[in-house]
């Protein structure tokens, strides 16, 4: 798999690669003013905005179209800066080619329509425009890495993917739930490929968005793609979300920026010797838990046999009440959080019944 490195596409210099700009184009006014203020800060490599946008219902504002292409061109004879804008049709990708926009992306409803990418990534063959790819809607980290590999198969290069979270029913302090493990997992699958968080469509509210660019830095993200408008309150789309250019000048002065963040002194950097030391402790408790872990499911298996002769349920309620009860109560002694201990022991609970079910009927 051939990727270019993020720095052959967009200029950073010991900084994360900083996008940022309106969630749509409005006007053409709009459009020069955010991207008059954020050439400001140096650290702002490329502007985004939406010219088509995806919306869930009907009715709501679909961008500006075709229309804003010529603002993007100006904004970009202004500033110098690139220009990053959402493709969904071919039709989109000749446009914006046309216009000499310098970053295309894929959104998070486009993503999870394989169809769909596999005609952007026909359209997109012996360009090798950047394309920046992100997460599928569905917490799917296939859909996603397939995606890329569509576009790595038609010869696209500059690739980059953005997490910006998941649809999820569930009520959540954010719009789409970060589930950090995807993003973890993609970079266990690809990690040449850059990582971008997206903060403002994780959170979906402004007072947010600097925690979640902080997590991002901490797990060694690449980028922040971050939804700028000069008065974000009468945004025509996602006005909850997007903060002022000041306001993103102070939250990238604030940001901690760990070794590891695009490279950033990675090379060099040669782990202390202590830290070396901590972490084959780490090992070596791990691989202590794992093996705990394997006597535990012997029992577990045990366990089923004598409720099989018994023809005893493999559920007890009060049983495994007691158990989990117990195991929180210790946990809490030994300051261990009470909702990791129940998380984890579900997961181990859900494994056991399944072993016992196996026993039931005679696998
Ligand atoms: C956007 O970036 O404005 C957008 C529509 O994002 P997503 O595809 O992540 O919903
Ligand atoms: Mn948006």
Redesign the pocket.
Known sequence: MTISPLSDWLPTQNFPAVIAGP?SAETSDQVMEVATALAADKRVVAM?A?VW??RTEPGNFEGVGAPALPWLQAAKAATGLKMAI?VAKPEHIELALKHDIDILWL???TVVNPFVVAELAEALRGTNVPVMV?NP?APDLKLWTGSINRLVNVGITKIAAIH?GFSTYEKIAFRNDPIWTIPIDFRRAMPEVPLIN?PS?ITGKRDLVSAIAQKAMDLAFDGLMI?THPTPETAWS?AAQQITPDALTALLNILNIPYGVNGIAASNYACKPDLELRRGELDVLDSRIIELLARRMKVVKDIGELKKQENLAVLQIKRWDQVINNLMKEGRNLGLSEEVVKRLYDLIHDASIQVQEEVFRGK
């Open positions: 969630c985004r939406g946008k995806p959402e959104g998070a409803r992100k809607s910006r997206d469509h939804e996602d």
